[in-house]
């Protein structure tokens, strides 16, 4: 329990983790967060212009404290969205599996923003709105999620949908640790440099 | 597969508007060459979806040879304006409710217009292959020299008819790659087939080129009228500087 509890405060002592939704309008990024925050599915609809909110997530007993960054979509406001960007930790960048439009922006849009404004900064890919996905319908398919992942070099791919709330902290615990390793990361590789230059 | 190109006059504006659409046929739709031939080559197949695809273009065929008759001499285009109007019906707009008098002049414009995007995938000879330019990035009053470009008129056309059916139309997003494509053709003044891109794509490629207007839509005076306008007392003077 003593352990738990010092590593509880180790973990937040750190600087909480910058997560950032990104992705096409309208695929539910406002929804991931919301559902998170209410425990309940979030169904209504407006857009956002930028929002923080703050939030723990907890692994394996672990409490990670995350800020996490909903912005917009519009090309109107990229200006203002790209300055957020800096010091991010993970980027959660979403496209609904119903549009394929959105789909292709991920590719054509998203990541070239990401990449040069965040270089090295890991992208988990997110598939929303699953539950509208039936045998019937042919709607964007995992594979075709996981291939795009390999394409944009994203760290991961998963789906989720704001009416389950399991699925969401799936995301969120994934970013978390995708975030995690990109900070161990950050700090060896700023170490390892530091020794070079002495 | 619509090719919009009108003949010039006051009255052919009258049957654009009430808009004589092509069943498109075959694969290709489009031209009335494209009906030719592929009358030619179905009358030789049987078959239900055959037969039906058969008799609508002989149909249509029917009527561009009566059309020819009429008025034998400038066949093409006078052919062109019967059949390939900017196709907006009445009952498209607001709902079987007559056309409101902006659509209406907006139409008659577009009717009278020579050169208007969009062509089939056959750049043939009748349609030109180079239209005007729509400059990004420049004063409106340099873009509407002598009135909205043409080009830029049939995107808004397209919005005016297909997105009262949508959803979220200035909200979505439109398609990145398209709209880098959209705004290069219309930046060089190629011939763009419309059906190509989705209403989405449109709209936000409306919404860029406002965006990009350098000193918005009214201009700095124009703004600040519109201020000062607001800053009015009285909703009798506020109407008539607006009127003035």
């Known amino acids: 329990m003593l352990a738990n509890g010092n590593q509880n405060l180790a973990a937040a002592a750190t600087t909480p983790y910058k997560i950032m939704l990104v992705g096409d309008g309208m695929v539910g990024k406002t929804a991931i967060c919301k559902s998170y925050i209410r425990k309940t599915p979030y169904l209504s609809y407006q857009p956002t212009i930028s929002e923080t909110h703050e939030i723990t997530v907890s692994i394996y007993k672990n409490d990670y404290v995350v800020i996490l960054w909903d912005t917009n979509a519009g090309e109107e406001w990229n200006h203002l969205r790209i300055r957020d960007y800096n010091n991010t930790d993970c980027f959660i960048l979403c496209y609904a599996i119903d549009n394929p439009t959105s789909l292709s922006n991920v590719e054509t849009k998203w990541v070239p923003e990401l990449n040069q404004y965040c270089p090295n900064v890991p992208i988990l890919l997110v598939g929303t709105k699953t539950d509208i996905r039936t045998p019937s319908n042919r709607w964007i398919s995992e594979e075709e999620g996981d291939a795009l992942k390999v394409k944009v070099k994203a760290e991961a791919y998963i789906e989720c949908s704001s009416k389950s709330i399991a699925s969401i902290e799936g995301v969120l615990m994934r970013a978390v640790s995708i975030a995690e390793k990109y900070r161990q990361w950050k700090t060896q590789s700023s170490s390892r440099r530091l020794c070079t230059i002495l | ?244």
């Open chain 2, 1 to 244: 597969m619509t090719v919009w190109r009108s003949q010039s006059g006051g009255d052919s504006t009258l049957s654009a508007c009430s808009s004589i659409a092509l069943p498109s046929v075959g694969g290709g739709g489009g031209g009335d060459e494209i009906n030719l031939e592929s009358s030619q080559s179905s009358s030789g197949s049987s078959g239900g979806a055959g037969a039906t695809s058969d008799s609508l273009s002989q149909q249509q065929v029917l009527v561009d040879q009566s059309v020819k008759n009429e008025n034998d001499g400038s066949s093409w285009e006078n052919l062109v304006g019967e059949n390939l109007p900017i196709v907006m019906d009445n009952r498209n707009i607001g709902g079987g409710r007559m056309m409101t008098s902006w659509a209406q002049r907006m139409h008659r414009r577009a009717a009278t217009l020579g050169t208007v995007v969009t062509s089939c995938g056959h750049p043939s000879a009748p349609y030109p292959r180079r239209i005007e330019k729509v400059k990004f990035g420049v004063p409106l009053d340099e873009v509407c020299k002598n009135d909205i470009p043409g080009p830029l008129l049939v995107l808004i056309l397209k919005l005016n008819k297909e997105a009262p059916y949508k959803k979220d139309v200035f909200r979505a997003p439109g398609h990145q790659g398209n709209m880098k494509k959209l705004i290069h053709f219309l930046q060089n003044g190629r011939l763009v087939n419309i059906d190509n891109f989705s209403v989405y794509t449109i709209a936000s490629v409306l919404k860029k080129f406002l965006r990009k207007l350098p000193d918005g839509i009214f201009g700095r005076d124009g703004e600040q009228q519109l201020f000062q306008i607001i800053e009015m007392q009285s909703t009798e003077q506020q109407r008539d500087h607006i009127h003035s």
